[in-house]
C-alpha cells in the first residue's frame, strides 16, 4: 500500500462482529468523511453505523487509527409503496458526507427511493433552571412562580445525537443508484436505472431533472444507468455510466437537460473476445472521478478502467480483477454472481486503485511501479497487528503450496464495498456483515 505496496506493513484492527449475522447485518456501504476521523457504515437493516478514530495518547502513540463505533441510529424503514403494491426495502444503498463546516457532521444517506440529510452532534452539557418547567420537564402552576431564575448549563455524559434534517422523496420510479455531493455544497444529485436529479439542499418538495434516458416506448429501451458522480472541483460538470459500458461526461452548462453529453468514453470491443455474456461483463458498476479531477475510474465485471478526460476512444489503463472467472462465466451466471456489483477506490494521491472480488479477496494495483495483489479480508488475520499476507489464485496445473485454487474459491463471500482514507494508507472493507479495517503498520 505504500508507493510499492508492500504487504508486510500492513495491520489490521477488526470492528464489527456478528457470529449470528442476519440478512439485516449485510454491510451495503462504506464511506469516510472528507478529513477520515470518521467512517459511516449502511447495512441492509437500514442502519447506520459511525466510526469515529481515536486521538492520539502521549503514553501510547501507537494507539492512533483505532476506529470505534460512534453513533448508531436507524436511517430508513421499510415501506410499502400503495400505488404499485411495492415493497421498498430499507437498505442503505449509499452514504455521502459533507464537508464539516461547524461542530456538527452532515451526512447523506438512501435507500431505493428516498434520500436524508442527517445531522450527528454532540451534547455533553444540559440547561437546568427553568422558569416555567420543574426538573422533570413538567409544567409549574404560573401562581406559584414567585421569582425569576437564571438557567445554568450543567454538564453531563456525552451523548450523540443523530437527528434527520431534510427528506428528498417522490422524485424517483426506478431504484437510487447513486447519490453525489457537488463541489459548490449547495446540491447534490441523485441517479436511478433512467433518470438523474439535481437538488438543493434546502428544497426537499422539487428537484431538477437533468438526465432522462426513458424512450418513449418502454420496449426500445437499450441501456441503464449503472452510476454517477460529480467533478471534485467544477461544478457544472458530472459524469454517468451505462450498462452498456459507456460513460458520458456532461456539462450543466450548455443545457439545462444534460440528455446530449459533451464526451462519450467508450472502448470497441475486439470481435474475437465476443460470447454471450459480453454484455453483462462490459456493464459498469462503478465511477469514481480521481481526486485530481483529471481520470475517471471505472468498475466493470472482470477489470478496472482508468480514462483520461482528454481522451474518449480508450482507457489508458485497464488491469484485470480476476481474469481466471473467464471460464467459470456459464456458472457464474446461472448462480447470478455474474449480475454483482464491484465498487472501485482510489487512494488519497490517486497512484493506487481498490476494488473488490470473491472469497474475501480484494485487489490493489499500484499505478506507478504496475505491481499488484490479492489481499484477503478474513477471520483468520483479523487479530489486530496481524500482518496481511498476498494470496494467489492458481488456475489449472500443479498447485503451490499458498496458492488456491480457482474451483474452491467461494462466491458467497464477496467484497463489494470498499472505503480509503483521504489522506493517510488506511482502507475500509466490508466482507458481508464484518467491517475490517486495514492500515500501513505504524513504525
Given amino acids: ?133 420543574d426538573e422533570d420537564g413538567r409544567f409549574r402552576d404560573p401562581s406559584m412562580i414567585t421569582m425569576l431564575r437564571v438557567p445554568v448549563l450543567r454538564p453531563m455524559d456525552l451523548m450523540v445525537e443523530a437527528t434527520p434534517r431534510r427528506v428528498f422523496a417522490n422524485a424517483h420510479t426506478y431504484h437510487i443508484n447513486s447519490i453525489s455531493v457537488n463541489s459548490d455544497y449547495e446540491t447534490y444529485m441523485s441517479a436511478d436505472d433512467l433518470r438523474i436529479n439535481l437538488w438543493n439542499f434546502e428544497i426537499t418538495n422539487q428537484s431538477f431533472n437533468i438526465v432522462d434516458i426513458k424512450p418513449a416506448n418502454m420496449e426500445e429501451l437499450t441501456e441503464v444507468i449503472t452510476a454517477a458522480e460529480f467533478h471534485p472541483h467544477h461544478c457544472n460538470t458530472f459524469v454517468y455510466s451505462s450498462s452498456k459500458g459507456t460513460i458520458r461526461l456532461c456539462d450543466m452548462r450548455a443545457s439545462a437537460l444534460c440528455d446530449r453529453h459533451s464526451k462519450f468514453f467508450e472502448e470497441p470491443e475486439d470481435p474475437s473476445n465476443r460470447s454471450f455474456f459480453s454484455e453483462i461483463i462490459s456493464s459498469i458498476s462503478d465511477v469514481k472521478f480521481s481526486h485530481s479531477g483529471r481520470y475517471i475510474m471505472t468498475r466493470d465485471y472482470l477489470t478496472v478502467k482508468v480514462w483520461d478526460l482528454n481522451m474518449e476512444n480508450r482507457p489508458i489503463e485497464t488491469y484485470q480483477v480476476h481474469d481466471y472467472l473467464r471460464s467459470k462465466l456459464c456458472s457464474l451466471y446461472e448462480n447470478d454472481c455474474i449480475f454483482d456489483k464491484f465498487e472501485c477506490v482510489w487512494n488519497g494521491s490517486d497512484s493506487v486503485i481498490m476494488t473488490g472480488s470473491y472469497n474475501n479477496f480484494f485487489r490493489m494495483f ?37 496458492e488456491i485454487s480457482v474451483d474452491s474459491l467461494d462466491f458467497s463471500k464477496k467484497i463489494l464495498h470498499t472505503a480509503w482514507h483521504p489522506s493517510e494508507n488506511i482502507i475500509a472493507v466490508a466482507a458481508t456483515n464484518n467491517l475490517y479495517i486495514f492500515q500501513d503498520k505504524v513504525n
Avoid at 392 to 398: D, L, P
Wanted: proline fraction near 4%.
Fill in 366 to 402: 499500484d499505478r506507478n511501479t504496475k505491481r499488484d495483489v490479492t489481499l484477503e479480508a478474513s477471520r483468520e488475520n483479523s487479530k489486530p497487528r496481524a500482518i496481511l499476507k498476498p494470496r494467489k489464485v492458481c488456475v489449472g496445473g500443479k498447485r503451490k503450496k499458498d
Fill in 1 to 133: 500500500m505504500e508507493e510499492d505496496i508492500d504487504t508486510r506493513k500492513i495491520n489490521s484492527s477488526f470492528l464489527r462482529d456478528h457470529s449470528y449475522a442476519t440478512e439485516a447485518d449485510i454491510i451495503s456501504t462504506v464511506e469516510f468523511n472528507h478529513t477520515g476521523e470518521l467512517l459511516a457504515t449502511g447495512d441492509k437493516g437500514g442502519r447506520v453505523v459511525i466510526f469515529q478514530r481515536e486521538q492520539e495518547s502521549k503514553n501510547q502513540p501507537h494507539r492512533r487509527g483505532e476506529y470505534n463505533v460512534y453513533s448508531t441510529f436507524q436511517s430508513h424503514e421499510p415501506e410499502f409503496d400503495y400505488l404499485k403494491s411495492l415493497e421498498i426495502e430499507e437498505k442503505i444503498n449509499k452514504i455521502r458526507w459533507l464537508p464539516q463546516q461547524n461542530a456538527a457532521y452532515f451526512l447523506l444517506s438512501t435507500n431505493d427511493k428516498t434520500v436524508k440529510l442527517w445531522k450527528v452532534s454532540e451534547r455533553d452539557k444540559r440547561p437546568e433552571g427553568y422558569n416555567l418547567k
